[in-house]
């Protein structure tokens, strides 16, 4: 076995580098001539609740009489029961252990967003780490192969100086609480273990650590779990806030890089120039690597990466299994579609991204656990499974963790030139991806109406690390020629589509049995694209990362993936409301063009002369921030579009009055927008805009989703008043204090869990600083959190609305507030058979003079996830609307042809009288029969208005998974409900979410800015 093992070595490193790898029949153990630990080894016994949960790996701790042991800082070993480290210790060690060997380098790699710090550790020989410098500038050009104009031979003498980086992340999920003291021992191990075994590894790969990912997080759930142990008997508070805004959604935030976490590890991993990111997690019985997972895999990687990921998964397993530990597996249901998990930054960067689950109790407890029987079966790619029962410590779970790390690293390291040649390839394919599989590049047009939300998508990209360039001059490429369009088998998904107007002209001629002709292929057309316009071209190290954010996603509602792990659409341009071209025309790659240095920025600043400013409303979320940067100054907003001086202007436009010009032209140059100056207001009827005052309200079961809200609103400097729906329920003075309340969708449960709160059977759960949770600040605070809205805060909260207040709600607070009354004439049912799993789909503008769509031209894309699907009727109380109505009904059985009437004999016909008809997004009309006495007819200025709808089935998906779209095609997507003197704006779809629906921000900001006019340009029905 082992000789066929070295044999295949050798065989795959031979023919690049005549090298032969002999680390890998090194025997996994300890050094015999090195002494070990006595007592720490005893308690890694003591500690392990079975030897097989253990491994030669980690079975003993090799002693060192100049270097600590994690014991130095934790008064016990790495995974004692009851022993969870704050970030602060884990430091602690991490430069004790610098300090002692030089084997050993920390590095700061900046803050999150409540100021704690976040640390990478470097481990390996003392000679490695003295050249850390000269080794990433060798790394620096194999991952740009420009530097060395793509020369083979240059690489692979890069390829045999150096030597690569394995980094590897541990809790970024703060209730996944292992990783920090796994990776303490880890990196004592790699300096300090003599054993042949583990010196390969610190000769030939360099191990970088950042032990604690969500530090915020680690902070708080220590806090917790130390309470717990306070609290014998006690139920302990469930940990609300992980990080500052997000939980478990940290780990989605590698597309839209919002978070401080995945900054500083993109750039570290990018900094470094480093391979792997391995990022550790504790939610699977025992070792799940799930980098080989299961379909489908994310369509932009690089195919070596699939191999990469089948090499590294299956020897991983295999080590383990050859161990004897139980319930090591690589293959299992997690799909590697979407590219946003922290891991996808190497997929995305030309490394290789991978991914641990191990099994974790949450804690430091050691317990009996008893798993599903799904976990515990054998299965194919599970062969020695998971124990249906056993008891489980942190120990067991930090031997499993740097078993697997070590055995990870011992085959990278006997393969490092291997992965090394492998990244420069696959840095080279990025290049070459111009020419071969293209696109050749995105551009994006010098002349897209918003240039500000241009420039935020552009800058994430370069934050992502692509290269923007900009045409010094307009040039012309051919575009893929429009296909004519067709009534079916477009984007509209699986299902048969009843609701589209139009009937295609085809398809009555089929049904005369002629036989159709073959669509012409359609031809490629020029397009010219001005000077100004942004280049992402695609020969550049990066590329792949652009491609797959900007790139369309297909997601087939026939795939063999069922369990569908995360969103399946999210094409930044559509759902950023910027216009993407993805150019295929090589050509574009000649167009003169020139690098953009340092951040795109949208042209700003004041032109003309006068003291009153006119500012376009093109949606730019760089609005808001103005307005609430001048609060005292006088806004209004122009109700019908315009024309001054030669621009044009459209409806929603800012008029700026009190300011004075320097400050608006500061103001302007700083935030990317274009303000005219003039001298006399244009005559076009206008309303004031406020700097409405505005709270966030959350529940205190869950704050993952809103938490996205907040984060933009903090990044915009739009201020606020976060408050819980406890407050409410104490608060009967909401309207004084406050103009609009924002509940934030992923409250937590249904809407009467909202009301009840969470269950009162078992103590109080605090979420509060006190001297044994000093780290629950910076949030909000309560002494328990189990109490809900109540009927009282439900009461208040209505009266806020009655009493001249917006509530805005989406998704499952919008179900809320339909729930309880709050919008008379809506009605939200859950869809039956619709999918839509994370996709962006296409809406429709239904009333263009809402205020709500200031800024906004038609076909925005939006984001949709098990959307609630909303009904109008023009009753109270009344359901319905949506599909159904009279124009679907059949006829019931008599005499004639199917659409002819009924004749009843004996007796002269009677004309049929016809039945209103309303849209699907619209309430059907009143009949003369509700009419007659309408004590239940809504009056024509209370009712909902429909301002934004979901596109016809056959144009409604834009990227990601559709089926049964007929289910939400062209129904109310956005509407403005009256209750009282105020109004309730509710989203069926989720506009912030995770940095990815920049385009949709500006509904919620219009809303909130007028939130006193917003039934300005509203047409009433006569009765
Ligand atoms: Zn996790």
Redesign the pocket.
């Known amino acids: 076995m082992r000789f066929i093992r070295s044999f295949l070595s050798v065989l795959i490193a031979l023919p690049l580098f005549a090298q032969p790898s002999v680390t890998l029949s090194l025997k996994p153990g300890r050094d015999t001539g090195q002494p070990i630990d006595e007592e720490y080894t005893r308690k890694i016994h003591e500690y392990t609740t079975e030897t097989f949960f253990n491994s030669p790996l980690t079975d003993y701790l090799p002693a060192s009489k100049t270097v600590p042991t994690p014991k130095a800082v934790l008064g016990d070993i790495a995974g004692a029961p009851g022993i969870l480290p704050y970030s602060a210790e884990v430091y602690k060690y991490m430069r004790m252990l610098e300090a002692a060997t030089p084997r050993v380098k920390v590095f700061s790699i900046g803050q999150t967003e409540e100021g704690r710090e976040m640390i990478a550790v470097a481990v390996a020989s003392e000679r490695l780490i003295a050249q850390l410098d000269q080794n990433r500038a060798r790394l620096a050009q194999l991952a740009d192969p420009r530097s060395i104009a793509l020369d083979d031979a240059k690489a692979d003498s890069l390829v045999a100086a150096s030597t690569p980086v394995y980094y590897i992340t541990g809790t970024i ?1 703060s209730t ?1 609480t292992g990783a920090p003291t796994a990776l303490m021992e880890l990196a004592y191990r790699l300096a300090v273990d003599d054993s042949a075994y583990i010196k390969a590894i610190r000769e030939n790969v360099i191990t970088l650590i950042t032990p604690v990912v969500e530090v915020d997080g680690r902070d708080r759930m220590v806090d917790i779990y130390r309470w717990h142990l306070a609290h014998p008997g006690q139920e302990w508070p469930n940990l609300m806030y992980w990080g500052h805004y997000v939980a478990h959604d940290n ?1 989605r935030d590698a597309m839209g890089l919002t978070l401080q976490l995945t900054r500083n590890v993109l750039n570290t991993f990018v900094g470094w120039k480093a391979q792997v990111l391995h990022d550790l ?3 699977v019985p025992y070792l799940y690597d799930n980098t080989v997972g299961d379909g489908p895999y994310n369509a932009w990687i690089d195919p070596m990466l699939a191999d990469e990921w089948q090499m590294m998964g299956w020897n991983n397993v295999s080590e383990m299994t050859k161990f004897g530990m139980p319930g090591v597996f690589t293959h299992g249901t997690f799909d590697t579609w979407s590219p946003s998990y922290l891991m996808f930054i190497a997929a995305t960067h030309n490394g290789i991204s991978r991914l641990y689950e191990t099994f974790g109790n949450g804690g430091a407890d050691t317990e009996e656990r008893t798993l599903q029987p799904n976990e515990y079966a054998r299965t194919w790619f599970k062969q020695n499974p998971p124990l249906p029962k056993a008891k489980w410590s942190q120990r067991n779970n930090n031997n499993y963790e740097e078993t697997g790390l070590l055995t990870a690293l011992a085959y990278f390291s006997a393969n490092n030139k291997l992965f090394l040649h492998n990244f420069y390839l696959k840095s080279k394919r990025s290049i070459e991806k111009a020419r071969t599989e293209g696109p050749g590049a995105y551009v994006f047009t010098a002349d897209d109406p918003r240039p500000g939300a241009q420039a935020d998508l552009l800058r994430m990209l370069q934050e992502q690390g692509c290269e923007i360039s900009r045409a010094s001059e307009p040039f012309t490429v051919l575009m893929p020629g429009k296909k004519p369009k067709s009534g079916r088998g477009g984007r509209g998904g699986s299902d048969t589509a009843t609701d589209d107007a139009a009937k295609p002209e085809g398809e009555a001629a089929k049904a005369d049995g002629e036989t159709a002709k073959p669509e012409p292929k359609p031809k490629p057309e020029p397009r010219t694209f001005p000077a100004g316009s942004y280049v992402l071209r695609m020969d550049q190290p990066y590329s792949r990362i652009a491609d797959t954010l900007l790139d369309y996603q297909y997601w087939a509602p026939n795939d063999p993936q069922k369990s569908i792990y995360d969103d399946t659409g999210w094409t930044f341009g559509e759902l950023g409301n910027v216009q993407v071209a993805r150019v295929t025309d090589v050509k574009v790659l000649e167009a003169h063009m020139t690098p953009v240095n340092g951040p795109v920025l949208a042209p700003g600043g004041v032109e003309g002369a006068g003291s009153i400013f006119l500012i376009n409303h093109n949606a730019d979320s760089a609005l808001i921030t103005l307005r609430y940067r001048f609060p005292g100054a006088s806004f209004d907003t122009a109700e019908e579009p315009f024309e001054n001086a030669g621009h044009k202007f459209n409806r929603g436009t800012f008029i700026v009055r009190d300011l004075p010009a320097a400050d608006l032209a500061k103001a302007a140059e700083e935030l990317g927008l274009r303000a005219f100056a003039v001298k006399a207001a244009p005559s076009v009827k206008t309303h004031p805009i406020r700097a409405a005052r505005i709270a966030i309200m959350h529940t205190w079961m869950n704050t993952q989703a809103e938490g996205w809200w907040r984060l933009e609103f903090d990044r915009l400097k739009i201020p606020y008043t976060y408050i819980s729906t406890q407050t409410v329920s104490k608060d009967a003075g909401l309207r004084a204090k406050y103009d609009v309340i924002v509940f934030g969708p992923g409250a937590g449960g249904n809407a009467q869990a909202v009301v009840n709160g969470r269950p009162m059977y078992g103590n109080p759960l605090p979420w509060k600083v006190t001297p044994e949770t000093p780290n629950l600040a910076k949030t909000d605070e309560t002494d328990d959190m189990r109490p809900g809205l109540g009927w009282t805060g439900l009461d208040h909260l209505q009266d806020f609305v009655k009493q001249g207040g917006l509530f805005i709600g989406a998704n499952d607070t919008a179900t809320f507030a339909v729930t309880f009354g709050f919008a008379p004439g809506v009605s939200s049912t859950a869809a039956r058979n619709l999918k839509v799993t994370g996709s962006a789909v296409r809406s429709k503008i239904v009333d263009a003079a809402s205020p709500i769509l200031y800024g906004y031209s038609d076909n925005l894309a939006i984001f949709a996830s098990n959307p609630p699907l909303f009904g109008l009727s023009n009753m109270a109380g009344g359901g319905g609307g949506g599909r159904g109505g009279a124009a679907e009904r059949e006829r019931a059985t008599g005499r004639g042809t199917a659409d002819d009437p009924d004749t009843p004999q004996g007796r002269v016909p009677a004309e049929i009288p016809e039945e209103p008809h309303g849209e699907v997004w619209e309430a059907t009309p009143l009949t003369d029969e509700q009419l007659r006495n309408p004590v239940n007819v809504i009056p024509p200025a209370a009712r909902p208005r429909v301002v934004l709808r979901y596109a016809n089935n056959s144009e409604l998906l834009v990227s990601g998974l559709l089926d049964n779209g007929s289910e939400l095609a062209q129904r109310a997507a956005v509407i403005d409900a009256s209750l009282g003197q105020g109004h309730v704006v509710l989203f069926s779809n989720n506009p912030f979410w995770r940095a990815e629906t920049k385009g949709s921000y500006f509904l919620v900001f219009n809303a909130i800015l007028n939130f006193d006019n917003l039934s300005a340009g509203r047409k009433l029905a006569s009765k």
């Open positions: 999920h996944e780990n997690h504790e939610s």
